[in-house]
């Protein structure tokens, strides 16, 4: 699935972004799932959406990630999302 | 509203009010338990069954407005917006729709066991008041569709069907009454068509699109193979239609082979999203889908085998029944108990942490409970029409209502613990 995950994403000082605007669903949902579960992945991850993603929150839940929506923005709804303690 | 909901504003929040969903899904599961207490009364009648008025008729009514409709319109309601990307205008419709189609269907069906044509015109008449509110809802969504045209088609087909099928079952309502319908079976055969292979199953081929990739963590498909699913599908209902309401019997083989081909894009294209799951564990859910994805292949195969002449005891009956029973019943109750406590986990997320777990606002006592009653009941009642014994319909249409009844624990469960209501984070 690697060479297929949909969205762009890029690292920063602030963790890795994953940008999915403009995607269809469920892509997005695919995109920030397929990020959070690799391996190495520990750190922030930053997720960019053009609507609010209500049917991701549930399965950021099951793999024991918590999330905190970001400032709202009229372009984008910006989720940051860690490991929950 | 979620807590994520107000944080963000309203314009992008396409979450409904819980009330709204959860009421069509809860009502779903309590016509579901009637449904299969009404078909227990009337088990004698069920095998020779040929139409008319009477407790099969109802027990059918129960089923497909009261069960499949109520859950199709609840999660139409809530799955539609976010397809097209646009907000629903106003929420009190969904509401006036429900406050519509609670009497009505209730009403028709009373009337429909009894043989009160008066009980079975106001019901029918409250019943499409109230699915001509959900039509108009729908379409209004979908005419401001700006995101993946080809499930707003599935759509519209879907709404299109709707109306003709509920136009279909007032005219034979009145019919009864005035006695003017010389095609009285050609036009009760295109009505449950249009219902349910045309309003139920053009919504299940075009949101599954959506909702298995969702449900199974599978990226999004290319649109074609959808577009020749849904061409197909409409060819396939209009020929179909034609052949029965003329009483040109040769169009129906083009029609299956129409509806064969629909059937086969969309199998194909589930298949294809089922193989690049990145979820390991499906779960009882997707038993049930996969069931019904067999049962809709042996309709057809039972529509062929009943056409070509093969002789099938009580076919009619038995083509009905594993339609209603055994492709959409058990379709939407794998959906139903996969969506009821995603969107009880999204009404209750904050505008940060952690949302509860799936898990803890299940059921799943009661869900597998539900499996095993509802596929012994499909199995014995199928077998008791062919052999036309009363006594299989009587046993199977018994752990019919005792599935229904787990199944109603469930969404009873799952809605008291959405009215706790969000947690504040």
């Known amino acids: 699935m690697s060479n297929e995950v949909p969205g762009t994403y890029w690292m920063a000082a602030d963790g890795l972004h994953v940008d999915t605007r403009g995607l269809p669903p469920p892509d997005p949902l695919v995109a920030v799932l397929w990020h959070i579960t690799q391996p190495e992945r520990n750190g922030p991850v930053i997720a960019h959406f053009d609507r609010d993603p209500v049917y991701l929150l549930p399965e950021l839940a099951e793999r024991g990630w918590s999330y905190e929506y970001g400032a709202p923005d009229s372009d984008e709804v910006r989720l940051t999302l860690r490991p929950a303690p | ?425």
Not at chain 2, 245 to 257: C, D
Not at chain 2, 294 to 314: D, E, H
Not at chain 2, 411 to 425: E, F, H, N, Y
């Open chain 2, 1 to 425: 509203m979620s807590m994520a909901g107000r944080f963000l504003g309203g314009a992008q929040d396409r979450l409904l009010p819980a009330a709204i969903p959860f009421r069509f899904f809860v009502t779903a599961a309590v016509f579901h338990l009637l449904a299969w207490m009404v078909l227990l009364l009337a088990a004698d009648e069920v095998a020779g069954f040929r139409g008319g008025t009477g407790p099969v008729l109802a027990a059918i009514h129960l089923l497909t407005l009261g069960t499949l409709a109520m859950t199709a319109i609840g999660a139409s309601l809530q799955l539609f917006p976010v397809v097209t990307r646009r907000a629903l205008t106003r929420n009190w419709p969904g509401h006036f729709s429900y406050a519509l189609m609670l009497p009505g269907v209730a009403l028709l069906s009373w009337g429909m066991a009894l043989h009160q044509t008066t009980a079975m015109q106001l019901g029918a008449g409250l019943t499409c008041c109230g699915l001509l509110v959900f039509v108009a809802l729908t379409a209004n969504n979908l005419r401001r569709a700006s995101s993946i045209p080809v499930v707003a088609a599935h759509g519209w087909l879907a709404l299109a069907t709707l109306f003709v099928a509920a136009l279909l079952g007032v005219l034979m309502i009145w019919g009864i009454e005035l006695n003017i319908l010389s095609n009285r079976s050609g036009l009760a055969i295109t009505h449950l068509t249009l219902a349910s292979y045309g309003f139920m199953g053009s919504l299940i081929l075009g949101l599954s699109l959506v909702l298995i990739p969702m449900f199974v963590l599978s990226r999004s498909l290319p649109p074609n193979p959808g577009w020749a699913q849904l061409g197909l599908t409409a060819l396939a209902l209009l020929v179909f239609s034609i052949s029965f309401v003329s009483e040109f019997p040769g169009l129906i083989w083009l029609a299956l082979i129409a509806g064969f081909g629909g059937t086969g894009f969309y199998l194909w294209q589930m298949a294809k999203i089922l193989r690049s799951s990145m979820r390991k564990r499906l779960g009882l859910p997707f038993v049930l889908m996969r069931a019904s994805w067999g049962f809709l292949i042996l309709t057809l195969l039972l529509v062929t085998a009943y056409l070509a002449g093969l002789a099938i005891p009580n076919a009619v009956s038995l083509i009905g029944f594993v339609l209603l029973a055994g492709w959409l019943l058990t379709f939407l109750c794998g959906v139903l108990q996969r969506i009821m406590p995603f969107l009880a986990s999204m009404h209750a997320a904050g505008k940060s942490g952690l949302p509860p777990l799936l898990s803890d606002l299940t059921a799943e006592g009661p869900l597998m409970l539900h499996a095993v009653c509802h596929f012994s009941a499909v199995t014995l009642c199928g077998i008791g029409i062919v052999a036309d014994q009363s006594l299989l319909i009587r046993i199977g249409s018994a752990l019919g209502v005792v599935g229904a009844a787990g199944f109603a624990t469930f969404a009873i469960i799952v809605a008291l613990k959405v009215r706790q209501g969000p947690r504040t984070s």
